[in-house]
């Protein structure tokens, strides 16, 4: 077990909204474990939006990597204000290697030289044992915890909705006489995507056969917003679109939907943690490092591997299996939701 007090703690974990979300269960650990440590989060402004305000985070430091290297001296402005007891690097890339360098900790702890990339292993004090077998992404994270002797167990992440959240959340539902399903539409990188025109055909089915209403999520980003136009174009039942809520509302739409379809993205990672039954579309990544955590296995839909294939958990991307997905398969996942998660 690592030495460390845990009174001053900086997170460093700059990556996107599904990382955030697997960051929560740590940052919930180490709080119950130590109830009184103060504890920043050194992350970006999309996840930044997510967790700002949640109970266990004291404070956040914001790297908008859309600065470049003025995103750098800023962080470093903020860091030379604070001494801490203990720094997480959970990142393995070269960018959060140099903003750990900038804290003041006698201890910063990081991953294991084969698993760091870009020499990141050089700017950590001590670092979490070997592992030859692959993990989930979250229990990865847990492996922080338990150099610390630090207990993960029980996993929660609190993402909310958080008190006064529940009255836009209550109006938005108010407008539909039907249970919502919300569909997840793109990604951050085109290869996770799902084909837009297939997305129409299951709206179609979503309200035609099982009785919901389709609502499209996700943020306005180019991409984004021409899934939509496809989607609205090509259904014949229009779902509604609830791109570019926000991500706090999302949280509510989420939270309040009877399934979620999504691709390998934050919202899948989200709905995970607010315990809504959620189909995973997933052939880029891997399901079993980057799938829906410990809940709701039985509704992925599976390209990643070929029939019968026992892929092993590796960081292998696998392009171009996104569009073996067929609406079928999706449909008989539907069915398997309708019989196991519905009402």
Request: glycine share 8%; charged share 25%.
């Amino acid at each position: 077990m690592i030495p460390a007090r845990l009174d001053r703690i900086c997170v460093v974990m700059m990556s996107a909204v599904g990382d955030a979300v697997h960051v929560l269960p740590v940052i919930n650990a180490l709080k119950r474990h130590a109830p009184g440590s103060r504890i920043s989060w050194v992350l970006q402004p999309g996840p930044a939006a997510l967790v700002r305000g949640h109970p266990s985070v004291d404070e956040i430091i914001v790297f908008d990597r859309g600065a470049g290297w003025r995103a750098f001296a800023e962080v470093r402005r903020e860091l030379a204000r604070r001494d801490f007891d203990l720094v997480l690097n959970l990142q393995v890339y070269f960018k959060a290697g140099i903003v750990t360098a900038m804290t003041r900790a006698p201890v910063k702890l990081g991953f294991d030289r084969a698993r760091a990339r870009d020499l990141n292993w050089l700017f950590t004090t001590h670092r979490i044992p070997a592992r030859a077998v692959g993990q989930h992404v979250q229990d990865q994270y847990f492996e922080f915890l338990e150099a610390l002797g630090v207990e993960p167990q029980p996993v929660t992440w609190n993402l909310g909705p958080w008190p006064g959240e529940e009255t836009w959340r209550d109006a938005f539902f108010s407008a539909f006489d039907r249970p919502v399903a919300a569909i997840v539409v793109a990604t951050s990188k085109p290869e996770k995507d799902w084909l837009p025109d297939r997305w129409a055909e299951v709206t179609d089915i979503l309200s035609g056969e099982f009785g919901l209403q389709p609502v499209l999520v996700g943020s306005r980003s180019p991409r984004e917003t021409a899934a939509e136009a496809v989607i609205l174009q090509r259904s014949t039942t229009k779902p509604v679109s609830a791109l570019g809520s926000g991500l706090r509302n999302l949280v509510g739409i989420l939270s309040g939907s009877a399934v979620v379809l999504a691709p390998d993205t934050g919202p899948l990672h989200m709905s995970v943690a607010l315990g809504r039954p959620v189909i995973s579309l997933m052939g880029y990544t891997n399901p079993k490092r980057t799938g829906p955590y410990r809940r709701y296995q039985d509704l992925i839909v599976d390209a990643y591997g070929d029939p019968g294939e026992d892929y092993p958990v590796s960081m292998e991307n696998r392009p171009g299996r996104m569009a073996r997905i067929t609406v079928d398969q999706v449909k008989e996942k539907l069915r398997l939701w309708s019989e196991r998660y519905r009402g």
